[in-house]
């Protein structure tokens, strides 16, 4: 298909080189690379700025979880002789506004950042598409047409409320009001168990509220290994009610939620629900303006260029339902930006896949996941805390780490652990698959000490015990070069 704009001009329409719909961590990456090109933009958002990674996502998560680790901090530290710890006490209103005080400076930053990259080109307003480079965007004060060379769609993406929720949907929120809550209920119930929903139960659990969570789904955590599986379900059930593997069902009480499956029951004050995300494109008009889009909705691109099929329309972020993270959108967007810029598309090499759940122990994946490697094709080198010096001393004996090597050359292919400091090891790991490093290689870095990095080491030698062998030098050691 070769798209050629109308000739018609609209009321109102304001010309430009490239139009960016979404003003989040895609569409700020994508305006940089715009700005670099020395190309002419408008940035149009319905706002709030801030992005959803600082207002509602990455950022205040992570504070819950760290005031949730500090709190639980106290039930630990009897056993090292630390005495008086049953007079704290913890107010929540208070933990929560301290929350929203550290989210309000991220979300500050990033607003003020739009701001000063976009100036006067900042349109507010939503944007729905008349045809492929013809924008319609509303605004308070009425609506105007962009005209643009080329456009990025990074509209992001927003929380799943299925219909089967509306009767309790006055006592269901989800992550976009969950830190906007005066009071923590004394219960809560968790319905997803994929990382936001882990992550969030466990939070919640270790700031005291009573969690139970469910997922239709066995394995927690979005894990595909299923030895990290379980370890995961065993850990995780000890700090809150998971139910996994169950359809729960869901009734009104006089106070709150009944959740019940088979066997189960448990009455919940207030119930999140993290069922997934759902891209913002319904309401871009992208069929009626003849974008090629399949029977989701969603509009055909490579993920190389971003481009949507071969029109000079870009998308980037969580629109794509791919890789939602916030690297992976800064990642796309400036990809999109970059070829938005420009009249023939660079292809870009796409960076190993790593997802981590800070759920600490994190749970972490990385470059190939289990149920994508045939078996007899890999040799899985393992470790575990239990026998990591370490992990010993932080109380962290339960960590396991599944390497996946190939079985011909002894090359990374992907990772699943259960760790404390998974987050560090997953970008070890990251860095080794997508340099096409083998286990024997990596032997040969240094490895200090007692730290937790020599779970890692313990793994890579599992896989170097397991292939043939006819090195005449010790693991871990390569001769000097002689030259
Ligand atoms: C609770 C939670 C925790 C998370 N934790 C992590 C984490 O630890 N690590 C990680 O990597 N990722 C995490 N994520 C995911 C991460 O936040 C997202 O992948 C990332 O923020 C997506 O950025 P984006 O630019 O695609 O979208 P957004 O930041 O949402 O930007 C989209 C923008 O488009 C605008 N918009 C939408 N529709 C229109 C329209 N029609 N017209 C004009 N403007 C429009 C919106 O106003 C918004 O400003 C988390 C997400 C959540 C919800």
């Known amino acids: 298909m070769s798209f050629k704009p109308r000739e018609t001009r609209m009321k109102n329409e304001i010309h430009t080189d490239v139009a960016i719909i979404g003003a989040g961590s895609a569409g700020l990456y994508a305006l940089r690379e715009v700005r670099r090109a020395g190309r002419d933009f408008l940035l149009i958002d319905s706002g709030p700025l801030g992005t959803t990674c600082a207002r509602v996502g990455c950022m205040p998560s992570k504070v819950a979880l760290h005031m949730g680790a500090a709190w639980a901090k106290r039930n630990t530290l009897p056993a090292l002789g630390i005495r008086g710890t049953e007079g704290l006490s913890i107010d929540h209103s208070a933990a929560w506004a301290r929350l929203r005080e550290q989210r309000d400076h991220f979300a500050a930053n990033a607003a003020g950042m739009t701001h000063s990259a976009a100036g006067d080109k900042l349109l507010a307003g939503r944007a729905r598409f008349k045809e492929p480079t013809l924008i319609e965007v509303e605004s308070a004060t009425g609506s105007c047409y962009v005209r643009a060379r080329s456009v990025v769609i990074a509209t992001g993406s927003r929380p799943v409320t299925p219909a089967w929720l509306e009767g309790i949907r006055d006592r269901t929120i989800t992550t976009d009001e969950l830190f906007e809550l005066d009071a923590l209920p004394p219960s809560m119930g968790i319905m997803g168990l994929g990382a936001i929903g882990l992550e969030m139960g466990l939070a919640l659990?270790?700031?005291?509220?009573?969690?139970?969570?469910?997922?239709?789904?066995?394995?927690?955590?979005?894990?595909?290994?299923?030895?990290?599986?379980?370890?995961?379900?065993?850990?995780?059930?000890?700090?809150?009610?998971?139910?996994?593997?169950?359809?729960?069902?869901l009734e009104r009480t006089d106070s709150g939620v009944l959740m019940h499956t088979g066997d189960r029951k448990a009455e919940v004050g207030l119930l999140l629900a993290a069922l997934g995300r759902r891209p913002n494109l319904e309401d871009l008009g992208l069929r009626e303006a003849c974008f090629p889009i399949d029977d989701r909705g969603l509009p055909h691109f490579d993920s190389a260029t971003m481009q949507v099929a071969d029109l000079p329309v870009y998308l980037a972020g969580d629109v794509t339902a791919d890789r939602s993270l916030m690297h992976e959108a800064a990642d796309e967007g400036a990809i999109a930006g970059y070829n938005a810029a420009r009249q023939i598309p660079t292809r870009f090499a796409r960076k190993t896949p790593v997802g981590i759940a800070f759920s600490d122990p994190?749970?972490?994946?990385?470059?190939?996941?289990?149920?994508?490697l045939p078996p007899q094709d890999i040799i899985i080198g393992t470790a575990s805390g239990d026998s990591n010096g370490r992990s010993r001393i932080l109380d962290a004996t339960e960590s396991v780490l599944r390497i996946y090597a190939d079985a011909t050359n002894g090359r990374l292919l992907g990772a699943?652990?259960?760790?404390?400091?998974?987050?560090?090891l997953a970008h070890l790991l990251a860095w080794a698959v997508q340099r096409r490093e083998t286990a024997r290689d990596l032997l040969n870095l240094p490895f200090y000490h007692p730290v937790i990095e020599e779970i890692l080491q313990s793994a890579l030698q599992d896989v170097v015990r397991q292939r043939p062998s006819s090195a005449a030098y010790p693991m871990g050691l390569a001769p000097a070069d002689r030259s």
């Open 205 to 249: 659990s270790r700031l005291g509220i009573r969690v139970v969570g469910t997922d239709l789904a066995p394995n927690i955590g979005g894990i595909a290994d299923p030895v990290i599986a379980e370890h995961a379900r065993s850990r995780f059930a000890r700090e809150m009610e998971l139910w996994a593997g169950v359809e729960t069902r």
């Open 416 to 424: 699943a652990m259960l760790a404390t400091g998974g987050e560090h």
């Open 362 to 372: 994190d749970i972490v994946t990385v470059g190939a996941r289990f149920d994508s």
